[in-house]
C-alpha cells in the first residue's frame, strides 16, 4: 500500500515567519494529496488539497506544491500566526480508492 | 450543516475488558471510516464502509476488532477482549463520495486501556 513520510516532527516558528513542512509518497499512481489540520482535543480538519494535475495551489498564507517526479509534495503557510499551531498532517491517495495514507504528523507551534 | 458525532469521548478500560465506540456520519455521506490515532502517529484506517457493505478491512485486527454499519447511517465498533497496545484515539470520518475524497472527522474517541 502507499506509504507517506513527513518531516519534521516538530517545528517551532516565530509569529510573522514562514512554516515549511514536506511528505514524499511511495506509490507513484497517487493523485490526490490533501493536508489537514488537528487543533487538540478535535478531530483533524482538511485546509487545503492538490491534485496531480497542478504544481501548486494557494488559499491565502497557504500554499502546498507538488513534484511528481519526485514522488514528494510541500505545505507552506506565511506569516505565521499564533492560531497556526496545531498538528499538521499530509496524505496521500489513488485514483478511485477513496481512502488516505496518512503522514506521521508535524507539530508546529508558534512563538508569540 | 451538523458535523460527525462521536461518543463516549473518553473511555478507561483493563485490558481483556471490551468496549464499543459509536459514530453518526454527516447526513447524506455514503461512505464512513474508522481511524485508530496512536499518540504521536498519523491515523491509520482500520476499516471503510461504503452505505452499509464493507470495502476494505484489510488493516482490521479481526481477532479482537469488528465493527457494523447498520442501515447505511451510523456505526459502532468493537474492541474485545482489549489490549494495552489498543489505547489510542479512535477517529470516525465520513465523505460524501460524490465530491471526491474529502474527510469529516469526529472528536474521537479516547481510549486508554489499564
Known amino acids: 500500500g502507499e506509504n507517506v513520510e513527513q518531516h519534521p516532527s516538530t517545528l517551532s516558528v516565530q509569529e510573522g515567519d514562514s512554516a515549511v513542512i514536506k511528505c514524499t509518497y511511495s506509490d507513484s499512481a497517487s493523485n490526490y494529496f490533501p493536508w489537514y489540520k488537528q487543533e487538540l482535543g478535535k478531530g483533524p480538519q482538511l485546509i487545503i488539497d492538490i491534485r496531480s494535475n497542478v504544481g501548486e495551489k494557494k488559499d491565502q498564507r497557504i500554499a502546498v506544491t507538488l513534484n511528481k517526479t519526485a514522488k514528494h509534495f510541500s505545505l507552506h503557510i506565511t506569516e505565521t500566526q499564533p492560531e497556526d499551531s496545531a498538528v499538521y498532517f499530509c496524505a496521500a491517495s489513488r485514483p478511485n480508492d477513496y481512502k488516505l495514507s496518512f503522514g506521521a504528523g508535524t507539530t508546529v507551534t508558534v512563538r508569540a | 450543516e451538523a458535523g460527525v458525532a462521536q461518543s463516549p469521548r473518553y473511555k478507561i478500560i483493563e485490558k481483556r475488558q471490551s468496549v464499543a465506540f459509536w459514530c453518526n456520519p454527516i447526513?447524506?455521506?455514503?461512505?464512513l471510516y474508522w481511524y485508530q490515532q496512536i499518540l504521536g502517529q498519523g491515523p491509520k484506517l482500520l476499516i471503510q464502509f461504503q452505505n452499509n457493505g464493507v470495502v476494505d478491512d484489510s488493516q482490521l485486527p479481526k481477532d479482537r476488532f469488528s465493527a457494523e454499519r447498520l442501515k447505511g447511517v451510523d456505526s459502532t465498533l468493537k474492541i474485545q477482549p482489549a489490549k494495552l497496545e489498543d489505547s489510542a484515539v479512535y477517529l470516525c470520518a465520513s465523505s460524501l463520495e460524490t465530491k471526491g475524497i474529502t474527510l469529516f472527522f469526529g472528536q474521537g474517541t479516547r481510549l486508554t486501556v489499564v
Open positions: 447526513s447524506g455521506h455514503a461512505t
